[in-house]
């Protein structure tokens, strides 16, 4: 690689020249046939922007791999394959089609999956391979199909993280970069470097005109090569003998893309079972391929970060992956461990900043799957089923693999089934366990169940004991053992609602949005617990446009205490200076307030020019006014 380092920097070089001159005609041709990009709520740009600069990103990219045919390698294996460059350039050409004809009339979703597809099989065709996995050879047509996949999800990992000036083109340049580090790293020299160098010097030169204030953009005809591109090249990493090394390193190197398309169908997913229309009544869109707002990107520009600072955001957490790969190619004695720190760090940011609104989602419609299951039999039965499962499941296991009952085990198991489990279930049956609506239910109903199960194992334990005192310890060990595997069991199936509600309480979208209206709640009683629950958990999302900032109580003990998840930030006397410094649009009433209180909240609102609402529910007298009704004759 080192020796053909002037090689590779000519091919940079060439890319970078070619698409560099080439954009500006190609803006040219995209304004005169009108093939341009009209800001809406999804496309964050100010003015209307040419499209379908891609073009000149696949030409260059080509011509600079076409001048390598001539370069005298050091190494045959450094050069590029003829057969697969040739399978490349069709697959380019297929997509370059379907990027134009969608960038300049527009495609049907399921057309432009067919064309990836093509596209991503002309790649197979040329010997791109997985080979095996876990050891095991894959039979052609899984080891095909798999590779088609993986081709096709780079390709649309790419297209919808295409939504930011700049954004693509340089995730393809941190991309391309550490694939090319990891195949040294590897000792793995191939004509894929190549590729990946006019790459590099392509997005560069399209860089120059894309990066904000963007004045063309990539469209779908770049976007998709930029992904066919890096999806066939990270596959000539994948290496037989370093399974999990090969596994990973491609999801790290090109993880914000595959992140964020993963997040997109969680999240598309998810909502197709949520209520199928808006606060106003309008039906919504729903669909895996039905575009939205809320990718990455959109996110970050929703919590005040400007277009470049985005970028430059997802820029460094881009490279911040492609540095583990690059690690974990070179460290492979301690792969494991930079892999396992990787996962954390990237699960810790994804779940608590990246990924809220999928969790939110997801959590609501948990919450209202266990409200409304889609059978009152299967609701009915769900418990005694669980239960039994329970019980005589962890019986097995106490048996087979701690007490290594492995003679007869079926026929001993059988038989002491009654001592153990019959008195516990006899007394879930008799007690209000079966009865009590676990969604809706109390502490005192979980401590009543606690009991319950307890005094049922009690039982069992005593009739064993007087059937066999010789073994009490045996017994009482087993009592333990049965008590901690199954309990919990079945105690969590019953709380499981409140523990996602507070997940829900937890993830609720967060609350910078920079146009939002701003809420202080006045009172941090049951009032209030009770409005943050309706607002947090309504299947209609009337919600959106405002958040709340926390919380305000004249109670001295809780001042700067955290209740409901919010802060409690002061009492009535400091709303003056709280809403100047959490610049408080809305304050909404959530406690009975005395007469002179509403008086003084009444003044600041005037002074301050303050919206106050009042929340709370109220019993209204129901007037039924009765028919007459004629007397018999």
Same mark, same amino acid.
């Given at each position: 690689?080192?020796?053909?380092?002037?090689?590779?920097?000519?091919v940079?070089?060439?890319?970078?020249?070619?698409v560099?001159?080439?954009?500006?005609?190609?803006?040219?041709?995209?304004?005169h046939?009108?093939?341009?990009?009209k800001?809406?709520?999804?496309?964050?740009?100010?003015?209307?922007?040419a499209?379908g600069?891609?073009?000149?990103?696949?030409?260059?990219?080509?011509?600079?791999?076409a001048l390598?045919?001539?370069?005298?390698?050091?190494?045959?294996?450094?050069?590029?394959?003829?057969?697969?460059?040739?399978?490349?350039?069709?697959?380019?050409?297929?997509?370059?089609?379907?990027?134009?004809?969608?960038?300049?009339?527009?495609?049907?979703?399921?057309?432009?999956?067919?064309?990836q597809?093509?596209?991503a099989?002309?790649?197979?065709?040329?010997?791109?391979r997985?080979g095996? @996995?876990f050891?095991?050879?894959?039979?052609?047509?899984?080891?095909?199909?798999?590779?088609?996949?993986?081709?096709?999800?780079?390709i649309?990992?790419?297209?919808?993280?295409?939504?930011?000036?700049? @954004?693509?083109?340089g995730?393809?340049?941190?991309?391309?970069?550490?694939?090319c580090?990891?195949?040294?790293?590897?000792?793995?020299?191939?004509?894929?470097?190549?590729?990946?160098?006019?790459?590099?010097?392509?997005?560069?030169?399209?860089?120059?005109?894309?990066?904000?204030?963007?004045?063309?953009?990539?469209?779908?005809?770049g976007?998709?090569?930029?992904?066919?591109?890096?999806?066939?090249?990270?596959?000539?990493?994948?290496?037989?003998?370093?399974?999990?090394?090969?596994?990973?390193?491609?999801?790290?190197?090109?993880?914000?893309?595959?992140y964020?398309?993963?997040?997109?169908?969680w999240?598309?997913?998810?909502?197709?079972?949520?209520?199928?229309?808006?606060?106003?009544?309008?039906?919504?869109?729903?669909g895996?391929?039905?575009?939205?707002?809320?990718?990455?990107?959109?996110?970050?520009?929703?919590?005040?970060?400007?277009?470049?600072?985005?970028?430059?955001?997802?820029?460094?957490?881009s490279?911040?992956?492609v540095?583990?790969?690059?690690?974990?190619a070179?460290?492979?004695?301690?792969?494991?461990?930079i892999?396992?720190?990787?996962?954390?760090?990237?699960?810790?940011?994804?779940?608590?900043?990246?990924?809220?609104?999928?969790?939110?989602?997801?959590?609501?419609?948990?919450?209202?799957?266990?409200?409304?299951p889609?059978?009152?039999?299967?609701?009915?039965?769900?418990?005694?089923v669980?239960?039994?499962?329970?019980?005589?499941?962890?019986?097995?296991?106490i048996?087979?693999?701690?007490?290594?009952?492995?003679?007869?085990?079926?026929?001993?198991?059988?038989?002491e089934?009654?001592?153990?489990?019959?008195?516990?279930?006899?007394?879930?049956?008799?007690?209000?366990s079966?009865?009590?609506?676990?969604?809706?239910?109390?502490?005192?109903d979980?401590?009543?169940?606690?009991?319950?199960?307890?005094?049922?194992?009690?039982?069992?334990?005593?009739?064993? @004991?007087?059937?066999?005192?010789?073994?009490?310890?045996?017994?009482?060990?087993?009592?333990i053992?049965l008590?901690?595997?199954?309990?919990?069991?079945i105690?969590?199936?019953?709380?499981?609602?409140?523990?996602?509600?507070?997940?829900?309480?937890?993830?609720?979208?967060?609350?910078?949005?920079?146009?939002?209206?701003?809420?202080?709640?006045?009172?941090?009683?049951?009032?209030?617990?009770?409005?943050?629950?309706e607002?947090?958990?309504?299947?209609?999302?009337?919600?959106?446009?405002?958040?709340?900032?926390?919380?305000?109580?004249?109670?001295? @003990?809780?001042?700067?205490?955290?209740?409901?998840?919010?802060k409690?930030?002061?009492?009535?006397?400091?709303?003056?200076?709280?809403?100047?410094?959490?610049?408080?649009?809305?304050?909404?009433?959530?406690?009975?307030?005395?007469?002179?209180?509403?008086?003084?909240?009444?003044q600041?609102?005037?002074?301050?020019?303050?919206?106050?609402?009042?929340?709370?529910?109220?019993?209204?007298?129901?007037?039924?006014?009765?028919?007459?009704?004629?007397?018999?004759?």
């Amino acid at each position: 690689m080192l020796n053909n380092l002037d090689n590779y920097l000519a091919v940079i070089l060439a890319a970078f020249l070619v698409v560099y001159l080439l954009t500006p005609q190609v803006r040219s041709l995209a304004v005169h046939f009108g093939v341009i990009d009209k800001p809406d709520a999804r496309r964050p740009h100010k003015r209307p922007t040419a499209r379908g600069g891609g073009l000149a990103v696949v030409i260059g990219v080509h011509i600079a791999c076409a001048l390598t045919l001539g370069f005298t390698w050091v190494s045959s294996e450094a050069a590029i394959d003829r057969n697969w460059w040739g399978h490349y350039l069709a697959a380019s050409s297929i997509l370059l089609v379907v990027g134009v004809i969608d960038d300049v009339r527009g495609m049907r979703p399921t057309v432009k999956l067919a064309g990836q597809i093509l596209a991503a099989s002309v790649i197979c065709h040329a010997g791109t391979r997985f080979g095996s @996995l876990f050891g095991i050879e894959l039979p052609w047509l899984l080891d095909c199909a798999m590779v088609v996949f993986w081709i096709v999800a780079v390709i649309n990992a790419f297209n919808l993280i295409d939504g930011l000036d700049g @954004l693509a083109s340089g995730l393809t340049i941190i991309s391309a970069t550490g694939l090319c580090g990891v195949f040294i790293a590897m000792g793995h020299v191939s004509g894929g470097i190549v590729v990946l160098a006019a790459l590099i010097g392509g997005s560069l030169g399209f860089l120059r005109y894309n990066f904000y204030p963007a004045s063309i953009f990539l469209g779908d005809t770049g976007s998709m090569f930029l992904g066919l591109t890096l999806g066939a090249i990270s596959l000539q990493t994948f290496n037989k003998n370093a399974l999990f090394l090969s596994l990973t390193i491609p999801l790290l190197v090109l993880g914000i893309p595959l992140y964020d398309s993963l997040l997109a169908i969680w999240r598309r997913s998810v909502r197709m079972w949520l209520p199928a229309t808006n606060a106003d009544g309008t039906p919504k869109k729903r669909g895996i391929m039905q575009p939205d707002v809320e990718h990455i990107h959109h996110r970050l520009l929703k919590m005040g970060l400007s277009t470049p600072r985005v970028a430059t955001s997802l820029f460094i957490l881009s490279g911040g992956l492609v540095f583990f790969g690059l690690l974990m190619a070179t460290f492979e004695s301690h792969r494991a461990g930079i892999f396992l720190f990787a996962l954390l760090l990237a699960v810790y940011v994804l779940m608590r900043h990246l990924a809220v609104i999928e969790l939110h989602d997801t959590g609501r419609v948990i919450l209202t799957g266990i409200r409304r299951p889609t059978h009152s039999t299967f609701k009915a039965l769900s418990y005694p089923v669980w239960d039994m499962f329970c019980l005589i499941g962890s019986m097995a296991f106490i048996m087979w693999a701690i007490e290594s009952v492995r003679v007869n085990f079926w026929h001993t198991w059988f038989l002491e089934l009654p001592i153990w489990v019959t008195p516990t279930f006899c007394l879930l049956a008799t007690s209000r366990s079966y009865i009590t609506v676990w969604d809706r239910a109390r502490v005192l109903d979980v401590l009543i169940l606690i009991g319950t199960l307890e005094i049922g194992v009690a039982i069992s334990l005593g009739v064993a @004991l007087l059937i066999d005192p010789s073994n009490a310890s045996q017994w009482v060990v087993r009592a333990i053992i049965l008590a901690g595997l199954s309990h919990p069991a079945i105690v969590g199936l019953r709380v499981i609602y409140r523990v996602t509600e507070e997940l829900v309480n937890y993830f609720r979208t967060p609350g910078a949005k920079i146009n939002a209206e701003k809420i202080l709640l006045y009172g941090a009683g049951g009032r209030c617990q009770l409005y943050i629950k309706e607002r947090n958990f309504n299947t209609s999302p009337s919600n959106d446009g405002s958040v709340i900032v926390g919380l305000i109580d004249d109670e001295p @003990l809780l001042r700067h205490q955290w209740v409901y998840g919010f802060k409690v930030l002061g009492n009535s006397k400091d709303l003056a200076s709280l809403v100047s410094h959490y610049k408080i649009n809305r304050i909404v009433i959530t406690a009975a307030l005395r007469p002179e209180s509403q008086d003084y909240l009444r003044q600041i609102g005037e002074q301050l020019k303050l919206r106050i609402t009042e929340w709370h529910f109220s019993e209204v007298q129901f007037n039924i006014q009765p028919k007459s009704v004629e007397q018999p004759r």
